[in-house]
């Protein structure tokens, strides 16, 4: 596997927090001014950490979960344009039988909690995307995977989300797994089926009006119930 020569969130969070020596404090400091995807996402946490004023300092383990739980910091940005693209058809066989088994895995590792992803027709995308009821937002990626982008689009009317993203790097022992946190910090999984990097899929029957959350990060393969490995986005819910 190759290293990574990005800062974890670990060593972001604990620079904004005061948390590290001074020799570490300088190794981050000199990093973020040669390196934007770090810079971009310590930007990120110093907005987050600094606009929570009552947020306690835990010990070092814990500050991540701390982090996302006071999290409730809502930026606005402009409604884009939806533009057409390539997506998954239900027409394709592949596309198909990669679902089935990002499904089959799902169940194996995640038994309970668990967001069912669903194929689609592309017309049924399309009326979705243009319902006046569904909300998009942008799709944040940290410095894991800096190169990600796509949108998130949610509708509290009739219950559906639905998920663009194009940049996930194919893994081989692992997975890309979407964790739904809401605002009673109950937390529901999913692994995300790629195909060439990309990925389109919706979750029926979801609790819009309590999102707080949406965020993906790298798992074992199988899926994990509960987040344990980098990071890869997150996109902050503007309930309006």
């Known amino acids: 596997m190759v290293k990574s020569n990005h800062l974890t969130e670990q060593q972001l969070i604990d620079y904004v927090l005061g948390e590290l020596s001074d020799e570490e404090r300088s190794i981050v400091s000199q990093h973020t001014t040669t390196c934007s995807a770090c810079k971009r996402t310590l930007i990120h946490w110093e907005k987050i950490i600094t606009s929570e004023s009552s947020i306690p300092v835990p010990p070092s383990a814990e500050k991540m979960d701390l982090v996302w739980k006071n999290l409730d910091t809502k930026r606005t940005k402009p409604r884009r344009k939806i533009t ?135 798992e074992p393969k199988g899926g994990s119930h509960t987040p344990t490995g980098p990071e890869t986005f997150i996109v902050e819910i503007k309930n309006e």
Do not use: C
């Open 84 to 218: 057409p693209r390539f997506v998954f058809s239900i027409s394709s066989l592949t596309a198909i039988l990669m679902l089935v088994v990002a499904l089959a895995s799902l169940n194996k590792g995640m038994d309970h909690d668990a967001v069912q992803i669903a194929p689609f027709e592309e017309q049924e995308r399309l009326n979705f995307q243009q319902n006046p009821h569904t909300q998009q937002l942008d799709i944040e990626p940290l410095s894991y995977q800096p190169d990600l982008n796509g949108y998130v689009w949610v509708n509290d009317v009739t219950h559906e989300i639905f998920v663009e993203i194009d940049g996930l790097s194919e893994l081989q022992n692992q997975d890309h797994q979407l964790w739904i946190i809401f605002t009673d910090n109950n937390v529901q999984g999913a692994i995300i089926p790629i195909q060439e990097g990309s990925s389109r899929f919706f979750m029926h029957g979801m609790d819009v009006e309590t999102l707080k959350l949406i965020k993906a990060s790298v």
